[in-house]
Nanobody, 125 residues
């Protein structure tokens, strides 16, 4: 049984930082791309960042977080990370990690068959 468990969310003031973690079990962590998505209140789920499993981890980001967020993976610990800096109120959302069906990251949620339950990030003005 595949499990993805996120942690690290919370309440932070604008300009602050948070680090999200996602532990994967039940499926190979090394063969598939990983991604972070988020769902702001009243909006659809959107791609945040993705990382491949090869080449040291080729990453991609949405325009809204480029330069502020960093995705990384700790392969020895089967753990995915999202370092979020210079947070803004518009970053408030439920954040999900997901494992792709492909080796390279995709921005379409359809390409990710496995999902965690999410961790809430709230950024106050």
């Amino acid at each position: 049984q595949v499990q993805l468990v996120e942690s690290g969310g919370g309440l932070v003031q604008a300009g602050g930082s948070l680090r999200l973690s996602c532990v994967v079990s039940g499926r190979s962590f090394m063969s598939y791309a990983m991604g972070w998505f988020r769902q702001p209140p009243g909006k659809e789920r959107e791609f945040v960042a993705g990382i491949s499993w090869y080449g040291g981890g080729t990453s991609s980001y949405s325009d809204s977080v480029q330069g502020r967020f960093t995705i990384s993976r700790g392969n020895a610990k089967n753990t995915l990370y999202l370092q979020m800096n210079t947070l803004k109120p518009e970053d408030t959302a439920l954040y999900y990690c997901a494992q792709a069906r492909t080796a390279a990251p995709r921005t379409d949620a359809y390409e990710y068959p496995y999902w965690g339950q999410g961790t809430q990030v709230t950024v106050s003005a």
